[in-house]
T-cell receptor
């Protein structure tokens, strides 16, 4: 079985500040890792994914994440946030045979002016 | 091109009634997934289709829930004898192959009174 823990339910930051959203996972098998974003009243949009290779993954909107196998973590970072980044962010894992996603509980990022 | 579409966008029903939720995946996508998003349980996997067959139904919460997919395209999620705890947003996602990126629809918001 797989599980995902997002360590912060809410993260408030000021505009242009850096941000890190934390994610830890547990799995007995190899996994793929994902970050999705959900803007208010919208569906889920993929930000970035780690399948294999370089542990630093760059995604859309200036976000990046680093896969750390020893710490079973996949934290999401952005060096300078904008008001428009205000949304809920979900970390997820899947097995490697098909895409059944197990999600974390989500982190609400609120960017203040 | 067209994304994943779901209908209806909102559904209000009375406890005990049956409901059908529809998902139209992106054309050519062979894999289709249903998820549920609720306040209490977060985002949960329900069922996975590859073509018209469902090799993983492990997330269906009870035998009141069923789903089918026809022609390798449209999928219908049916909830019989709805209960208040079924109130949630039901999300559909599709991918070109089971290992590729999933694209999510906007969801159907179900409210059981």
């Amino acid at each position: 079985a797989q599980s995902v823990t997002q360590l912060d339910s809410q993260v408030p930051v000021f505009e242009e500040a850096p941000v890190e959203l934390r994610c830890n996972y547990s799995s007995s098998v190899s996994v793929y890792l994902f970050w999705y974003v959900q803007y208010p009243n919208q569906g889920l949009q993929l930000l970035l994914k780690y399948l294999s290779g370089s542990t630093l993954v760059k995604g859309i909107n200036g976000f990046e994440a680093e896969f750390n196998k020893s710490q079973t973590s996949f934290h999401l970072r952005k060096p300078s946030v904008h008001i428009s980044d205000t949304a809920e962010y979900f970390c997820a894992v899947s097995g490697t045979s098909y895409g059944k996603l197990t999600f974390g509980q989500g982190t609400i990022l609120t960017v203040h002016p | 091109g067209a994304g994943v579409s779901q209908s209806p966008s909102n559904k209000v029903t009375e406890k005990g009634k049956d409901v059908e939720l529809r998902c139209d995946p992106i054309s050519g996508h062979t894999a289709l997934y249903w998820y549920r998003q609720s306040l209490g349980q977060g985002l949960e996997f329900l069922i996975y289709f590859q073509g018209n067959s469902a090799p993983d139904k492990s997330g269906l919460p009870s035998d009141r829930f069923s789903a089918e997919r026809t022609g390798g395209s449209v999928s219908t999620l049916t909830i019989q004898r709805t209960q208040q705890e079924d109130s949630a947003v039901y999300l559909c996602a599709s991918s070109f192959t089971p290992k590729e990126t999933q694209y999510f629809g906007p969801g159907t918001r179900l409210l059981v009174l």
